[in-house]
């Protein structure tokens, strides 16, 4: 009866599960399924076109991927599960019906954009977000200072301003993941790690007070009657519904956790349940994760929340928006060319880039290629490349893009670190920490920290069976189940001292380039503004001005 | 007798022959023939290796391509061959014997790397270029306040310093240009040009002055004796020996000019002879020359030397490093792979740059891949890009890399304004001008100027042919033979206004970069010295430090 639980992960493009012994924490079987949607960012299925910086998704391939995956777990695991845990992206925010339907599912709102749920990438509001950063509420300094337009707040105000019918008839506006625990347990619970790090709610504080939403706008304190107090991480949300029984093969009655953020469940995933440890998500952007026994307002963070990730701790969030993403523009635009394919192109420029020493280029990169997220929080950012000649090679462009993914880390951890957060080692995991050691070798080398890096392929759903083993009541609480069911790391990086050396000095270039070209005045804002400018004020019929000349 | 003369142009790779109508300057005959040593720059002819940043030529290369095209361009103008004229990259130096016999030919001295001629772009004497600039001497104001690595101050110190024998052994040291002319007619006879530019000779002033040399270096003063009083252009230096009519075909006596520098013999070939015309050879790098009535000391220029170009004026010469070569540089590390070859890539990136329309990219690109010239005359600058996002095309960056090009070109333009000098149009010519109408188009746009386009394949060695005809005696002079035959320009581009004013922004931000990032405590210059400093100190034996974690 006791011996599995299920993790679901619901990532950007796929949903993923692992189903592990609660006893050990080993993974005996994982599967994949693909959203057969994938992003809305151009049109909505029934054909409505969507503006640029629209990024939505089909709660009905949510519906498909989690039977599908659950039905394979279920036949791996037979009668020996003990709990499910489910995990999600986030801020991915729906409107629904009292009753948990989708807006999107009526004929109605079919054609609506503002009535799908909106992935945690759509930042088409942003100008939302603008107004509440405007309106200097202290609250926001449990936040970095900021609030996102990915978040709920803003995202909210957006559907409240551009479409107020749909707003109207939201009677709730909720998580994707919890939604699909509503789904699973048929009753709406919602998780404090969402609403914490999403939707500004302090424990002890609750969510921004009506008086702030009031004089922001008078339709937003209604808002807060379509939320609901959130429940700690850990807790059972209630037990699978026949239904889903029925659907899944598992038995009815199941406990399900409430639902994680994909990037908060990878920290029990790895087995982190101790202050002074970072994890890092190293995927296409990089989300940093630690725990620390005090709550400090520290600039240019995610956020930080009381119990958010494990609890007994305040959990902090940081991030990266350029990591793997850069990487892969730099492979699409040429490796893929000179090798022929995204593998192979990566395998090549690991190779030759690890072959190169520190300094030896002459280069260095701003890892601003989607903007930056801490310390500076500004997505109007773009990259620089320096010290290119003649006789720069690929690799060495390639390394010094990995190079600036470090340094940018360096920064996080620094930024932390003048929050008074202590940080002893790294521990990395995700899709490209698996990928590249020489990564793990630089982050090592730049930050003089001990880097961990684990095998585990889908360490958010892994967290996720950690949280549905703890809904199971197999462990005590979530840090024994993460001691307990957390994966061990494999392989530790230590910093090379002469490395670190050279490094410290490009650091220092890095961190003068960064000031320097981030100011409202500095080269890269002016040439975003420019840019904007020219494709919104010009036409331009002629490409050549030029006359023969008659001789 | 007198229907035709010939132009020889000594390039880096090949020399070229035009033969062409003295009466209209048509070109009726050309031909190339490639050096068959090339570029000495890893290892002498007999085996010994040859230092980074070292530079040489085989002069039997020279001699074979002299006779070879000599003798087809006699075959195509039969006995109507009324004068030669002959150009030469500059300061391409040689240590010969009294005779003109050049060292490297003898047993003694044919492994030694100073006995061979210095090729212009030979960057190993840098040290003693550097000790001139720190000696104050006034004399450097006609050259823009500093002399270069590749003139003759700076190489013939280095043989002095560094091979005090072969200095010894040397009677003279002479330009190949020069020493060309002299294998033609038999008698040393040097050049205004060259010595004007590139040897610090001033008309009316003569060479540096023997208290300055002997303060340099006890040695240098000696060096004066082994010069000569140089014949200004359009001067014949004699007839053609009977050895080299019999080598060539030609008649003994064809009157032959005193050499020109290749660049300074391409103002005559497109036709140009009055002031405030700016003609701007456009290829590997680009050099950029105007005539003047004044001579005014201007930062940052190369030179200014009266006749030096064309007599009755002062002729200026500037210059930027980085043009064709670092186009190049993209198109070989990324094109070729994207288009399949060479040609191929350059046609597929120019119409797909030609479709962007200014400031569209967000991009900014510093044009110093290989150092930067005029202003700065700075060689151990390096590259820049900005602006990069996930979105940024190649197309994008190839179009950012010419937009550089061209206001690089636009702050050589206000660099002479500033220095008093009128500029009222640009002449453009060489390989990449008759590549790219979407070059001109930028330039014209960017500079606010017009722009004309010539068709003329090889303008240095009909530059050269003008010369020849001048020896002659079929024109009065120099200016006359321009008119008469230089070429036509065949297409005008006009700047686009609307383009320019997209420019006047980016090309302010460009300004801003070019002071900052080229300070001596600015990001480039530290990273250069850092690359410098990594390279000589440290040898690297571990390319990780890692080790599995027991579990």
Redesign the interface.
Known sequence: MARYSIGIDFGTESARAVLAEVATGEVVATAVHPYRHGVLDRALPAGPRLDPEWALQHPGDWLEALEVLLRQMAAAGGDEVAGIGVDFTSCTLLAVRGDGTPLAFEDAFRNRPHAWPMLWKHHAAQPYADRINDSGWEGLRWYGGRTSSEWLWAKVWQVLEEAPDVFAAADRFIEGGDWIVWQLVGREVRSSCQAGYKAHWQPGEGYPPATLLQQLHPGLPAVLDRLKEPQPLGTSAGGLTRAWASRSGLRPGTPVAVAVIDAHAAVPGVGVADAGRLVAIVGTSTCHMILDEQRSPIPGISGVVQGGILPGFYGYEAGQA?VG??LE?FVQ??GV??YGDLASAFAGLETEA??L????????ALD???GCRTPLVDSEL?????????A???SEIYRALLEATAFGTRLVLETLEDGGISIRDIHACGGLASKS?LL??LY?DVTGRAL?AYDVPYASALGAAIHGAVAGEIHADLLAATRTMGA?????????E??GR?YD??YG?YR??HA??SSPEG??K???R??H???RK?A?P????????S?
């Open positions: 350029s993403d850069m523009w635009t040429y060319y000179r690890a072959s020493v520190p300094g030896q280029s002459g280069l260095l601003w290629w989607n773009s990259g620089a490349l320096l010290g290119l000649t003649l720069t090679q690929p050691p793990l070798q090592a961990y061990r790391p494999v392989r530790q990086h230590a910093p090379r002469k490395a050279v000095e490009l270039i003068e380039l320097a070209l080269a890269i002016r040439l975003r420019l840019r400018g020219v494709t010009f331009w002629d490409r050549y001005q030029s006359a023969e000349v001789t």
